[in-house]
């Protein structure tokens, strides 16, 4: 589910949604569900000094439902069916400037930012592994149609 929270730009949902059901195909979710919530820049920013002691906006924010020690994989995704992920906080606002900034569009852009949200619910962290989580996402992205 994508929920619009924010005015600030203005984004079709339909389009996103349909991505959406793609990268959960693509990773073997099945009935799997998870919220996206697209935000204000000053609601992103509270999120991220409130749960990452991090100032300012972010672009995506995920907040897993349940924390794991390791990425899951293909079959542990098949028995999660029907279990709730967790959510994930974007700002459209951010996503434009990066948008402007790599020379991409907003909707290529927010989807990028849908596929990186749904890889930490899972528990990749680009962070701490090492490389592994960027190396799935940009084999994703080519079989998604997301430029890399």
């Given at each position: 589910?994508?929920?619009?929270?924010?005015?600030?730009?203005?984004?079709?949902?339909?389009?996103?949604?349909?991505?959406?059901?793609?990268?959960?195909?693509?990773?073997?979710?099945?009935?799997?569900?998870?919220?996206?919530?697209?935000?204000?820049?000053?609601?992103?920013?509270?999120?991220?000094?409130?749960?990452?002691?991090?100032?300012?906006?972010?672009?995506?924010?995920?907040?897993?439902?349940?924390?794991?020690?390791?990425?899951?994989?293909?079959?542990?995704?098949?028995?999660?069916?029907?279990?709730?992920?967790?959510?994930?906080?974007?700002?459209?606002?951010?996503?434009?400037?990066?948008?402007?900034?790599?020379?991409?569009?907003?909707?290529?852009?927010?989807?990028?930012?849908?596929?990186?949200?749904?890889?930490h619910l899972l528990g990749y962290d680009h962070e701490r592994d090492g490389g592994e989580m960027e190396r799935f996402e940009r084999r994703?992205?080519?079989?998604?149609?997301?430029?890399?």
């Amino acid at each position: 589910m994508i929920l619009n929270r924010q005015r600030s730009v203005r984004v079709a949902l339909r389009p996103l949604e349909r991505f959406l059901r793609r990268v959960k195909g693509e990773l073997d979710l099945g009935g799997a569900e998870l919220t996206v919530a697209l935000v204000s820049d000053p609601a992103i920013a509270r999120m991220n000094k409130t749960y990452r002691r991090k100032k300012g906006p972010t672009d995506v924010l995920s907040f897993p439902a349940v924390s794991l020690p390791r990425p899951l994989r293909i079959r542990a995704r098949r028995r999660r069916a029907g279990a709730y992920l967790g959510d994930i906080a974007i700002s459209p606002s951010m996503a434009r400037r990066n948008a402007t900034r790599l020379g991409g569009s907003l909707a290529s852009e927010l989807q990028a930012l849908i596929l990186h949200g749904v890889l930490h619910l899972l528990g990749y962290d680009h962070e701490r592994d090492g490389g592994e989580m960027e190396r799935f996402e940009r084999r994703l992205r080519k079989k998604l149609g997301l430029s890399t």
